[in-house]
């Protein structure tokens, strides 16, 4: 019975999405659109050959482990489709999306426990409030447009939300593991989960011994991931895009940046449950003169995926960037929804310092 609950939401999240993934299937040119999945063909083809596509991408490699594997297994839905290529495999685009897809069902999943572990802790039992947070993730605005596609992105929301629950639950050993693993997925989820796991260490004063040591290694353990992805590309060098670890490069594009009125639409109107988010906090703040405990995180996050894609000159990317936040941002605005209900109360001393 113990496991029932979880295993039900799955299947519930599973039937209520089956229907995206075959949308983009049905309708997607990933060589119009979505252009990533040109490099990352040869990648599913033969992963971990770093001679394949050219860097960043060959880095990233998780997704087209697991596609590979799908793509092998013949896990295939033949049907008429819009993308006609003669270039390229329509089993391969299948598996890449099928891999997207289930790593956004995957995300959804994790934030229904780390929503259904926080009413427990309250002594309050709900099936609602976590299915919520879970289907909040197909309604973010990059669902369909980066996510699962051709790309590589499905991946990098089940991490992050995978991260956040052993951050959550303050499990060193699991959390570090998960951190090491995605620099084979995408460079910058160890720097924004050094951007969670810093600031309640330098902010939050009423951290107990035991959660101050988690802060201080998760953080150092954050920053030696992302360290340790930079020797690898070091190592492993492939070609492409060198000015991106390069400092005066990504210093000159930061400094001679200028954003224009059609960039800043994107990058705002593309974060649809980030704007949820921050009038639902507002609301909080005016009703009972309290904020969460992520007010400072998820901003400070943001903002450095923004400078960070201006750095790397692909600033049309920090939306698609920021949406990785999506699980987080998911089970924060269930929260919020939660406090302002009367649903729940000062926040319990396990889950001090979110």
């Not at 999943?109 to 039992?125: C, G, K, M, N, P």
């Not at 930061?254 to 980030?274: E, I, S, T, W």
Request: hydrophobic share 50%.
């Amino acid at each position: 019975m113990r496991f029932k609950t979880p295993l039900y939401r799955l299947l519930f999240l599973l039937l209520l999405s089956y229907g995206f993934v075959y949308f983009s299937y049905k309708w997607l040119d990933p060589t119009q659109v979505n252009t990533d999945f040109i490099q990352y063909y040869g990648m599913v083809q033969h992963p971990l050959d770093f001679h394949v596509a050219p860097s960043p991408w060959v880095y990233r490699q998780l997704t087209a482990i697991i596609a590979h594997v799908f793509w092998r297994l013949h896990i295939y839905y033949p049907n008429d489709i819009q993308f006609h290529n003669a270039a390229y495999d329509q089993r391969i685009f299948f598996a890449v999306l099928f891999t997207n897809y289930l790593a956004v069902v995957a995300a959804a999943w994790l934030s229904t426990i780390v929503v259904d572990r926080e009413l427990r802790a309250r002594h309050t039992v709900s099936n609602i409030f976590p299915l919520f947070a879970g289907m909040l993730c197909f309604f973010s605005f990059l669902l369909q447009t980066t996510t699962i596609t051709g790309q590589a992105d499905g991946l990098s929301w089940t991490l992050i939300a995978l991260c956040y629950l052993f951050y959550e639950r303050r499990q060193l050993v699991p959390f570090c593991a998960v951190v090491l693993i995605s620099i084979l997925q995408r460079e910058i989820l160890p720097l924004v989960l050094l951007v969670f796991t810093a600031i309640p260490l330098l902010t939050n004063r009423g951290l107990t011994g035991k959660e101050r040591k988690f802060f201080t290694i998760a953080s150092a353990w954050s920053a030696a991931s992302f360290a340790l992805y930079m020797v690898v590309r070091h190592i492993i060098h492939a070609p492409g895009n060198e000015y991106q670890s390069d400092p005066h490069a990504m210093l000159h594009e930061l400094l001679h940046f200028r954003p224009g009125k059609a960039y800043l639409m994107q990058v705002g109107m593309g974060q649809n449950l980030l704007l949820i988010l921050f009038i639902l906090w507002f609301m909080r703040w005016r009703r009972f003169r309290e904020a969460s405990q992520n007010i400072l995180t998820i901003p400070v996050a943001c903002v450095m995926l923004i400078l960070l894609s201006i750095a790397a000159n692909i600033s049309n990317n920090a939306t698609r960037m920021i949406a990785m936040l999506t699980p987080i941002v998911a089970i924060e605005i269930t929260r919020a929804l939660l406090r302002l209900e009367g649903r729940e109360g000062e926040p319990s001393p396990a889950l001090t310092a979110r």
